[in-house]
């Protein structure tokens, strides 16, 4: 048996989970839509749903964020199977990164083609504003940097090669539906692109901290996300993902503000019915 240190899982052990999972849903999802905090709506809008709580699961983690439900939604969206993950995990949780992103293989073998990611960001770039929603062009993977990238360990060809290309993490095609559908819906004046950035967390960031990570490219950062979609890209599924921007980072020493859980989760419950409708109406076009 593995263990949170280890890098990895064996694919008999992600197979069993899948199984386990086929057996008690008759639900065949192609997309799969990880939840961000406070973002879990988004499985509420699927129809003749089967629920199943993350401790029924094998070998899945529990959620423990505020915000997170801790549940798995098979369902129906726009004529589209989907199954969503209602709270998503974090190495801030005490998770390892195998642990983070073990979903994401089982979706895989569950057939999932499509990987749909949201989360709740800190806008690093001037121009957002808070409630602006930020379509991913790329990504910043911070922890990376010091090794800890899911991919490191044994590299099973089952999944992926073992060195996957992630200069088109974020599928291009998907991206542009998406600017039609917000066009379509009316909320192209808060709809931002960028590069999200991503940290361990659970702290949020110094001053000096946000600056640098602006002058490396970041438009927004937040504490997870960037597992899970190298994970899905070494599977060969094609990746969208979106931030909501829930607060402006400090930037100024002489300022008051500070940044807190419950201002995301406040931004997250005005913006979220925008949001279900964004992503309900790309499933539409997919």
């Not at 949780?93 to 989360?119: C, D, M, Q, S």
């Not at 090669?161 to 200069?167: A, E, G, H, L, W």
């Not at 379509?184 to 600056?211: D, H, M, R, W």
Request: overall charge negative; aromatic content about 8%; proline content about 4%.
């Amino acid at each position: 048996m593995s263990s949170d240190n280890e890098c990895s899982y064996t694919y008999e052990e992600y197979k069993e989970t899948a199984d386990w999972l086929l057996d008690h849903t008759t639900k065949r999802p192609k997309v799969a839509i990880i939840c961000g905090s406070g973002l879990g709506g988004l499985a509420e809008l699927l129809e003749n749903k089967t629920v199943i709580p993350y401790e029924r699961i094998p070998r899945f983690p529990q959620s423990t964020v505020p915000g997170h439900a801790g549940q798995l939604v098979f369902g129906e969206l726009n004529g589209k199977q989907c199954v969503c993950m209602q709270g998503r995990f974090h190495f801030y949780e005490g998770y390892g990164i195998a642990k983070v992103t073990y979903p994401v293989r089982v979706f895989h073998l569950l057939g999932v083609k499509t990987l749909i990611v949201t989360n709740a960001a800190g806008g690093l770039n001037p121009d957002f504003k808070v409630g602006d929603i930020m379509l991913i062009k790329d990504h910043i993977n911070m922890p990376g940097f010091a090794g800890q990238n899911p991919l490191c360990g044994h590299n099973d060809d089952r999944f992926g090669v073992r060195f996957p290309c992630m200069s088109d993490a974020y599928d291009k095609g998907v991206f542009q539906l998406a600017q039609e559908t917000a066009e379509e819906q009316g909320c192209s004046s808060f709809l931002q692109q960028g590069v999200y950035c991503n940290l361990g967390g659970p702290s949020f960031e110094t001053i000096a901290e946000c600056k640098m990570l602006q002058s490396l490219g970041a438009d927004a950062v937040g504490m997870s996300t960037v597992p899970e979609v190298i994970v899905a890209r070494h599977c060969g599924l094609r990746v969208f993902g979106l931030s909501l921007i829930t607060n402006k980072a400090v930037m100024d020493y002489s300022s008051e503000d500070r940044a807190n859980h419950e201002e995301v989760l406040q931004t997250t419950t005005k913006r979220a019915l925008v949001l279900q409708r964004l992503v309900s109406g790309l499933l539409a076009k997919i």
